[in-house]
């Protein structure tokens, strides 16, 4: 069956963006792997049950490759495509494979100390002051720091990156007289100037190490260089700066564990899981299309079509674990859950390769928000804050906290 057409434009609308949860419900009850028509006017399948979302990011009869359905070749890509995101086996396992070393559980362990220095710096300069917008002032910067530094980038530039990153991932450029393409080759000509320096003078960082490495005599081409550092980029801070402002705003809308977070600062690895179950960065995971024909949730998906995985939806579902009587209420949040089993970071070949980083950078953040300003509360009513358009990430635009 189909929504009404009612629905089917309130489904990207404002309100939607706002709270999606009650759609996302709908969905999941009456139509599960529904067809849509996407505000870009893609027509493609939303797939919001549990079951039926892990299936398909484990499922390689649904690629990431468009070109191989369409014609063209990865080389006519823009880019900002030419990374392991948009690519299938056997690519993606080279592509994934060179920047992966980085990316160690143990590599990320050893960046703790310089996380929490930064972390340190950034509330220090909250002192004495009485409202800050969390989203400018902690979560964005956090994030973009760390990854510069990772890169070799200089942090500096950090601001110019936020108006790229956004410019992609919203699809305007928010500045009246210039387009996001225009934004787009000021990213690729920066990025250029950037690997001719490390080129004459290498160093210590990724970008140093990425230009020497030879993975089975294999190099990146210069194409993928840029295709890696800037997916690094923009997903190395476009995420977990959602990741920080939704769980800074869960609780302050539930002051009693927030309370229980600082008396009990051991509890702080179930809540960043429970707030990426229960309001993940990533609205949808990114797209991917049927290779051939397939049958889902009693719909024939034909090849060449898209389908986008809700993963809030999904995290939402009661029929998220095999017991769902463990289960109960996965609206609500509670950092006392027993188990998690979200899919905010995806799950097969595509799992996010930050996830032990977007996790050790939430912890560290709103751990040590906690115990410098255990009294923080919103300084404006809820309704008033504004969530990001675009359906790719889900956080607020700006997120002003009295800091008690
Ligand atoms: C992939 C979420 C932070 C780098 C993904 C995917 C999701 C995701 C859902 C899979 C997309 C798909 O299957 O189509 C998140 C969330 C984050 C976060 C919720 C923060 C809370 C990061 C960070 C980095 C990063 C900090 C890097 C420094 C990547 C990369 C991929 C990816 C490179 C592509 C992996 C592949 O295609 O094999 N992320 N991410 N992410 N993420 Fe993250």
């Known amino acids: 069956m189909n929504l009404h057409d009612q629905d089917e434009q309130k489904l990207f609308s404002p309100e939607f963006t706002k709270n999606p949860y009650p759609a996302y419900e709908r969905l999941r009850e009456e139509d599960p792997v529904h067809q849509v028509r996407f505000p870009d006017g893609q027509l493609g399948w939303l797939v919001t049950r549990y079951a039926d979302a892990e299936a398909v990011l484990k499922d390689p009869r649904f690629i990431k490759d468009f070109s191989k359905l369409f014609g063209g070749s990865m080389d006519e890509m823009s880019v900002f495509a030419q990374n392991m995101l948009f690519s299938d086996p056997p690519d993606h396992k080279r592509l994934r494979g060179l920047a992966q070393k980085a990316f160690t559980p143990k590599m990320i362990e050893g960046m703790k100390p310089r996380i929490q220095e930064i972390t340190d710096e950034l509330l220090d300069g909250f002192e004495g002051q009485s409202t800050v917008n969390l989203i400018d002032e902690f979560a964005f910067p956090l994030p973009i720091i760390v990854i510069c530094e990772i890169l070799g980038v200089p942090s500096k530039d950090r601001d110019k990156f936020r108006i790229w990153s956004n410019s992609l991932i919203e699809g305007t450029s928010g500045e009246a007289g210039v387009s996001v393409y225009e934004h787009m080759n000021e990213f690729i000509r920066y990025l250029g100037e950037w690997f001719a320096k490390v080129r004459k003078d290498p160093g210590d960082d990724l970008i140093s190490r990425l230009i020497e490495a030879e993975e089975a005599g294999d190099r990146l081409t210069e194409k993928e260089l840029y295709g890696l550092v800037s997916l690094l980029i923009i997903a190395g801070h476009e995420t977990t700066v959602n990741l920080i402002g939704n769980t800074v705003l869960t609780l302050l809308k539930h002051p009693e564990q927030q309370h ?19 309001n993940g960065p990533v609205e949808f995971s990114t797209s991917r299309w049927a290779a051939e024909e397939i049958e889902y949730g009693g719909k024939t998906i034909h ?14 579902d009661p029929e998220l674990f095999d017991h769902p009587e463990l289960f109960d209420h996965p609206e609500l949040f509670d950092i006392h859950r027993e188990k998690s089993a979200h899919l905010a970071f995806g799950k ?11 996790r050790l950078e939430g912890q560290t953040a709103i751990d040590g928000l906690l115990k410098r300003f ?6 404006v009513p809820e309704d008033q804050l504004e969530w990001r358009p675009g359906m790719i990430v889900r956080g607020v635009r700006e997120l002003p906290v009295r800091m008690g």
Do not use: K, W, Y
């Open 348 to 358: 097969g070949i595509h799992f996010c390769l930050g996830a032990p980083l977007a």
């Open 374 to 379: 255990p009294e923080m509360t919103l300084a």
């Open 260 to 278: 229980e977070l600082c008396v009990q600062p051991e509890l702080i690895g179930p809540a960043i899981e429970e707030s990426l179950r229960l």
């Open 303 to 316: 090849r060449g079509d898209l389908v986008i995985v809700a993963l809030n939806a999904a995290n939402h």
